[in-house]
């Protein structure tokens, strides 16, 4: 950068003031996002090469200088590794590890901040989810009645089994796919960020207290 980032300063006068952000480059991916987000803190990576995807946790309180103004630090951070990243708080990382949490998840179509919202809102397992009527719903999501039906249909072929983390079709009903309720008719309206989005990123931004951000598969996220 030079004696006092003259020779920085010398580029960023011939760009007319265009700001200039120098990140330590890494072969390593998790480090190099490390290095990106900086100065906020970075508490865990998780990285799938197979689908060129990072998980990042951050502290609570480092969420929204992780994310940047409108997503911007994460949005940056995927185009300099062509890699999807999501940031995520380590209290929304522990969330989301939960069993009951899990097993909302795997419901098909359900987003994250819906998710989110049931499990909040008491409706913390598959088997709740399952058993609590249709007002409780549409009131704690804001979706109308069809969405309510559609999600409970899929929720009641599936079965969640804490040993395996897997959600098998129950012996007894038949199993729905995706194709027979329409995962666009099921979601609810996108939110708008509150901090991203990432001040995911939801989505290249947040949903609430997320960042999420992808090159490889440019949403929100």
Known sequence: VGMKGSRVQNVVQELQGEKIDIVPWSPDPAKFVANALSPAQVSMVLVD???KALLVVV???????AIGRGGQNVRLASMLLNWRIDVKSEERYAKHALP???S????PGLKDRDADTLFDGGIDHLDKLKAADNETLMALLKWE???VVAIKELAAALEYTSESDEVVPEEDGDALSTEDVL???VAAPVVAEESHEDAPADDAGSENDEGSAGIVEEEQS
């Open 49 to 51: 090469e197979d689908k």
């Open 59 to 65: 502290p609570d309180d480092q969420l929204s200088l």
């Open 100 to 102: 009951g949490f899990k």
């Open 104 to 107: 909302l998840k795997m419901i």
């Open 145 to 147: 009645e069809n969405q």
């Open 183 to 185: 995962v666009e008719e």
